[in-house]
């Protein structure tokens, strides 16, 4: 039982127990739902002597607001009548021209207080007076859809980038203000743009304007000069690319929530929409993931990337999916290529050690622990990788250090009293082992190999019976492991069970049909039967398949004697 012996497979998520022998897929690039892109189109007619416009109203049905949508003219699309359709789905008793005539008031409200010189900045200001100090609206940074839908943003005075970005150019659209959507990496911000004079508005900070050196600077995700000249990213776009970020932002909703299906159908229609975001494109590779369609995956993981060829969290994404199908060589140049973007992401140092351990490549591999562990002390989960490398390569003192770490930063990691136990059954402590097995099992109780290697610290230890119990947990929880049934067998041989030992080793060669071992002891069984025809046709089994077995002689003459 050694620590190189340890099988390592990926999860889906960074839920779960099996962090420490696993690539952890967190999919950064989309869990943040408040940070969307969209952009948005208005009439580049500051207010004139004009009264408010009083917005057309498009009907759409029910239940084909998309097909509608794609259908009608820009011209004639109300930002705010399209979002509450959208929001209409999810809380069909909204009446929608209650929330439009209450957009309307604002509207007035706000068109009253306007100075007369109509200066952009008085304009922007007294929007921003009226609808952060004295209404109230609040920015939040979640993933709910309340803070998403346009009728819930008004109702509870509050809403996520997306949100308020909604309620803020539906009130310009009436003013015929030139006020866009601009999108970067997984946020929103309004831009005012008359052909002259460009001022920026953003919503997490009661719209006040910053610069788009800033959102360079300080974008969660970096991007090129490719993806900008593109119109990816400080672009001003058209209604339905807006709404298209309704979209995407439910679409993010939902997959979080499971509903992958959905998750599916909203991507679909916000890529549709704008074909230019490439955090669509990396969302929807998340989604495909959970659907188990790696190859569809990995496309839409490319797309995003040709579209933003520093779009650090795709690389990411990307990676982990070549680690789990064994690619290492290009998991590594992809994770290789995320840290280069962003020096501190600390899950590609992580994977990429997972990664570089699998390739031989150990003191790299503590190497990039070192980092995780230097960008976050706490990390519970890089201790714990980090010391079965230590214990791999002869540092055993490093590794219980590291153990122990883990376990006192995080006392419900599983893995970590997995990795330790193993380490003590390698140091001759199958006491201590088989308590860290117990504490693995009480955290993870479906962690067929905490049973199997406590079985084998009881076997060690001659308590047959509590062995044969903890063979027999494992077998229920992975029935398909041969070799599971093959070690009890042996045990249920050992104490005179043979009808039970045979029946193991049946399955046992059923799942494996040229186990050696299974053959021998059911073998043995036979003989104790006195089948010896059985016996001699099983030991001849156990021959052909390994006839250079240091016991070949002993079974040849067994053979002879059965004779």
Request: charged share 30%; with cysteine; net charge negative.
């Amino acid at each position: 039982m050694r620590f190189s012996a340890m099988k390592i497979t990926r999860k889906n998520s960074n839920k779960g127990n099996n962090k420490d022998i696993c690539f952890i897929k967190v999919l950064v690039c989309v869990l943040l739902v408040s940070f969307n892109s969209a952009k948005v189109f208005a009439g580049n007619n500051i207010i004139g002597d004009s009264q408010v416009i009083q917005q057309g109203h498009v009907q759409f049905s029910d239940n084909k607001v998309f097909q509608d949508l794609i259908q009608v003219d820009e011209e004639i699309l109300d930002i705010a009548e399209t979002s509450l359709l959208i929001a209409k789905e999810e809380y069909p008793e909204i009446k929608i021209r209650g929330y439009m005539e209450c957009i309307d008031w604002y509207a007035r409200m706000i068109k009253s207080r306007i100075p007369e010189n109509n200066e952009p900045e008085s304009i922007i200001n007294t929007i921003n007076e009226f609808l952060f100090d004295e209404l109230g609206f609040t920015y939040v940074q979640t993933g709910n859809l309340e803070d998403l839908y346009l009728n819930k943003v008004i109702d509870r005075r509050k809403g996520n980038c997306v949100g308020l970005s909604i309620l803020y150019l539906s009130i310009a659209e009436r003013l015929r203000l030139p006020l866009f959507g601009v999108n970067i990496p997984e946020h929103i911000f309004i831009r005012y743009d008359d052909g002259g004079q460009r001022i920026n508005i953003e919503m997490g900070h009661k719209g006040m304007s910053l610069s788009d050196t800033f959102y360079v600077t300080h974008s969660i995700e970096r991007f090129d000069k490719k993806s900008v000249e593109n119109g990816c990213f400080l672009a001003n776009l058209n209604k339905k690319e807006v709404i298209s970020n309704v979209l995407l932002n439910r679409s993010k909703i939902r997959r979080e929530g499971g509903d992958h299906r959905g998750a599916l159908d909203d991507c679909n229609k916000a890529i549709s929409l704008n074909s230019r975001n490439p955090g669509a494109y990396c969302n929807r590779g998340v989604i495909f993931e959970k659907m188990e369609m790696v190859s569809e995956a990995i496309k839409n993981y490319n797309q995003a990337i040709s579209l933003n060829h520093k779009y650090a969290s795709a690389y990411y994404n990307r990676g982990s999916i070549f680690g789990v199908k064994g690619e290492y060589g290009k998991a590594i140049e992809d994770f290789s290529e995320a840290i280069l973007i962003n020096p501190v992401f600390t899950l590609s140092y992580f994977n990429r050690a997972i990664a570089l351990k699998k390739v031989g490549e150990i003191e790299k591999a503590i190497q990039d622990y070192n980092k995780v562990i230097d960008i976050d002390p706490d990390y519970a989960q890089a201790y714990c990788n980090r010391g079965v490398a230590f214990a791999e390569t002869g540092g055993l003192d490093d590794a219980i250090n590291d153990f122990n770490k883990a376990i006192e930063l995080d006392p419900n990691l599983s893995d970590a009293y997995f990795a330790r136990a193993i380490f003590f059954a390698d140091t001759k402590k199958p006491e201590k082992a088989i308590e860290d097995f117990g504490r693995c099992i009480s955290l993870s109780p479906n962690k067929t190999f905490a049973y199997y290697l406590r079985a084998k610290m009881y076997k060690e230890m001659d308590d047959t019976e509590k062995a044969i119990q903890d063979f027999s947990k494992a077998i229920t929880i992975g029935p398909s492991y041969a070799g599971l049934y093959t070690e009890r067998g042996m045990l249920l041989f050992q104490t005179g069970r043979i009808e039970e030992a045979i029946t193991d080793f049946n399955k046992s060669l059923e799942l494996f049909p040229r186990n050696p071992v299974a053959f021998r002891f059911r073998g043995e069984s036979f003989k104790k039967k006195g089948q010896f025809e059985k016996a001699i046709e099983d030991f001849e089994s156990f021959l052909e398949i390994v006839p250079d077995t240091p016991d070949a002689d002993i079974i040849r003459n067994e053979i002879q004697k059965l004779k």
